[in-house]
């Protein structure tokens, strides 16, 4: 690159950063949006079971699994409908990634309130024969104590 002459020894050269800040704050801002899509993963809209209680959990695990279940017990992971089979083999795939990993597996249980319990429970016992401890329910917090 050639410098202009009309620089001399004693002026020191100058650099415009401000391209270089307008691409950051871009990048920053596409991952932030980014990152809020992934959070709010697609799935399936279902009436929650009413509770006068919970907790927003706060901690992102990294080895989750969000198992949607409609009213008729059809089984969604991330807005696809998926047979049970399919989801039993993620689930044991989670169990297997965790352990790898070294960390709990955490499975996120969103379900119709008028599903069948028949589903649920055999979703509950494959994890529990998976040794996944942590089984989290969606529910509806109504705000009434």
Do not use: K, W
Not at 14 to 19: G, K
Not at 36 to 64: C, K, Q, Y
Not at 86 to 110: D, M, T, Y
């Amino acid at each position: 690159m050639r410098l202009p002459t009309q620089y001399s020894q004693r002026t020191p050269l100058r650099f415009n950063i401000t391209p270089l800040i307008d691409v950051v704050f871009l990048l920053i801002i596409f991952f932030l949006v980014a990152s809020h899509f992934v959070r709010s993963e697609l799935a399936e809209p279902v009436n929650l079971p009413d509770a006068t209680g919970g907790n927003t959990p706060h901690d992102e695990a990294l080895h989750r699994l969000t198992v949607t279940i409609d009213r008729d017990g059809q089984m969604f992971v991330s807005a696809d409908a998926q047979s049970q089979q399919s989801v039993f083999r993620r689930i044991e795939g989670l169990q297997i990634a965790a352990a790898a990993a070294g960390v709990n597996p955490e499975v996120r249980l969103r379900a119709d309130r008028d599903t069948q319990c028949g589903s649920v429970r055999e979703l509950i016992e494959h994890c529990a024969a998976h040794n996944i401890r942590s089984i989290r329910f969606a529910v509806s917090v109504n705000g009434s104590d």
